[in-house]
């Protein structure tokens, strides 16, 4: 199935309408700013498995900020679309679908995560350098990652009221 199937699929009615009384996620329905706080919520756990990972491997092998940032982005494309995958793949969908699905579900706000959580991260003094036990380290992985949830959020409110996002992924939810 490509992903204007899904897409199709999502918008085509059936059992979307019924998870957790969000309604229909297709185009011109009700988006309300808690179903993109719980996609947005989603997606995040997914990065910022990923993004912490990468932090921290990074920081304890001493690599450099680039190579960290390489690395932690990796991660959380990575676990994003594993945590998406996980719940498609249990729905029944195939591997390759399930795929299709998580790529079209999360690309656009696990990029716009990375960007904001990785931007943060470069842009505090010190925290790049800062080492695993340094309270900077965590404060400002932890400020990066809200910042992300809160300027991803609207991105994503937008996206599922045009049956993007997290809309392609919604009718696999039981």
């Not at 719980?38 to 990468?54: D, K, N, S, Y």
């Not at 982005?73 to 998406?84: C, H, I, M, P, R």
């Not at 300027?151 to 392609?168: D, E, F, Q, S, Y």
């Amino acid at each position: 199935m490509t992903t204007d199937d899904h897409q199709s699929a999502a918008h085509s009615g059936g059992d979307e309408t019924a998870h957790h009384d969000h309604g229909a996620h297709g185009h011109g329905a009700a988006v309300t700013w808690g179903m993109a706080a719980q996609a947005t919520a989603h997606c995040l756990t997914g990065c910022a498995i990923g993004e912490v990972l990468g932090m921290v491997i990074g920081t304890a092998l001493g690599l450099n900020n680039f190579a960290t940032v390489v690395l932690a982005v990796v991660l959380a494309f990575v676990f994003g679309y594993a945590l998406t995958m996980r719940g498609v793949l249990r729905a029944g969908v195939g591997f390759r679908a399930a795929l299709s699905v998580a790529l079209a579900a999360d690309t656009v706000s696990i990029a716009v995560m990375e960007v904001l959580d990785n931007g943060v991260m470069l842009t505090v003094p010190g925290a790049m350098h800062a080492g695993l036990a340094d309270v900077l380290f965590w404060g400002a992985l932890a400020f990066a990652l809200v910042v992300a949830f809160v300027l991803t959020t609207p991105i994503n409110k937008w996206m599922i009221g045009r049956g993007k996002g997290h809309a392609v992924v919604h009718q696999y939810h039981h």
